[in-house]
T-cell receptor
Framework: AQKITQTQPGMFVQEKEAVTLDCTYD???????LFWYKQPSSGEMIFLIY??????QNATEGRYSLNFQKARKSANLVISASQLGDSAMYFC??????????????FGKGTHLIIQP | DSGVTQTPKHLITATGQRVTLRCSPR?????VYWYQQSLDQGLQFLIH???????AKGNILERFSAQQFPDLHSELNLSSLELGDSALYFC????????????FGPGTRLTVL
């Protein structure tokens, strides 16, 4: 069965430090996509970054980057130079290819990141 | 602002009642997904519509139903409500290809008393 694991329920990080949020998954499918979303306390879900399983380069979007290690089935989110506004829940969400990918995202339990001044 | 709109923002109702949640996707997006976020179940995929047709069902209860209209807006109908249906319901839209990013609306917070 396919599953997603975020092992860090909560993290405290000093402002301006880099932070790595872990995400591991289990699938036998060679083709899939990996999304990361941020959910601040206000509740909205904000798309951060996407990595396709066949992408040769690790994805980057501004201060966000993915440390994608396909063989280890991990897709860790790295936030550089953290800011107070980065405090939020972060979800790793794979899109598995079954049903042609129509099945929607599967969300991990999330990591609650708190940036301290 | 993702461009996805959801109404209402908050909804308070009683057990046994029926409610309708509405979603308007981003301009040009053909796919609409519905998700439920609750404290005990986390974020779960409910159902996916593409250009008016149902594409996939997730953990959607039989008491729940959805549809996507010709103008591409979607409605999620929840009936015979129970206390456990209290949750944040999200709609997300994408252009329609498998790997397209899903952009989420602000959500509708449903409280069943």
């Amino acid at each position: 069965a396919q599953k997603i694991t975020q092992t860090q329920p909560g993290m405290f990080v000093q402002e301006k430090e880099a932070v790595t949020l872990d995400c591991t998954y289990d699938t036998s499918d060679p083709s899939y996509g990996l999304f990361w979303y941020k959910q601040p306390s206000s509740g909205e879900m904000i798309f951060l970054i996407y990595q396709g399983s066949y992408d040769q380069q690790n994805a980057t979007e501004g201060r966000y980057s993915l440390n994608f290690q396909k063989a280890r089935k991990s897709a860790n989110l790295v936030i550089s130079a953290s800011q107070l506004g980065d405090s939020a829940m972060y979800f790793c969400a794979p899109l598995w290819p079954r049903g042609g990918g129509a099945d929607g995202l599967t969300f991990g339990k999330g990591t609650h990141l708190i940036i301290q001044p | 602002d993702s461009g996805v709109t959801q109404t209402p923002k908050h909804l308070i109702t009683a057990t046994g009642q029926r409610v309708t949640l509405r979603c308007s996707p981003r301009s040009g997006d053909l796919s609409v997904y519905w998700y439920q976020q609750s404290l005990d179940q986390g974020l779960q995929f409910l159902i996916h519509y593409y250009n008016g047709e149902e594409r996939a069902k997730g953990n959607i209860l039989e008491r729940f139903s959805a549809q996507q209209f010709p103008d591409l807006h979607s409605e999620l109908n929840l009936s015979s409500l129970e206390l456990g249906d209290s949750a944040l319901y999200f709609c997300a839209s994408s252009q329609g290809q498998v790997s397209d990013t899903q952009y989420f609306g602000p959500g509708t917070r449903l409280t069943v008393l």
